[in-house]
């Protein structure tokens, strides 16, 4: 599957952004979809993850209650609604997939196709 993330902008601190990761060469159904983000000068790391039907999701402690993952099979695309954005968001986004459950989710390591970013700005 080929993935395409989308959705990245310039917003200030408190405003909101919807990215999206289209797929293509494949259906993002058989796919347990990541976000993962990479700030400049830091490690990739976990933002959210969500399972094959949408059913379960999760999420890292320090976007819980502002982000929100989810999925449209039908038009085989991912979302993360983010809310309350805050400085400390910025970075570049990444959507990732993986065929199997890993309970290891949050490790970049254990997906197989990745987008290629968009960027995230949170002004102050």
């Known amino acids: 599957v080929q993935l395409q993330a989308s959705g990245g902008g310039l917003v200030q601190a408190g405003g909101s952004l919807r990215l999206s990761c289209a797929a293509s060469?494949?259906?993002?159904?058989?796919?347990?979809m990541g976000w993962f983000r990479q700030a400049p000068g830091k490690e990739r790391e976990f933002v959210a993850a969500i399972t094959w039907s949408g059913g379960s999701t999760y999420y890292r402690d320090s976007v819980k209650g502002r982000f929100t993952i989810s999925r449209d099979n039908a038009k085989n695309t991912v979302y993360l609604q983010m809310n309350t954005l805050k400085t400390e968001d910025t970075a570049v986004y990444f959507c990732?997939?993986?065929?199997?459950?890993?309970?290891?989710?949050?490790?970049?390591?254990?997906?197989?196709?990745w987008g290629q970013g968009t960027l995230v700005t949170v002004s102050s």
């Open positions: 990732a997939a993986r065929r199997l459950y890993s309970t290891r989710f949050y490790s970049p390591s254990q997906y197989d196709q």
């Open positions: 060469e494949g259906t993002v159904s058989s796919y347990f």
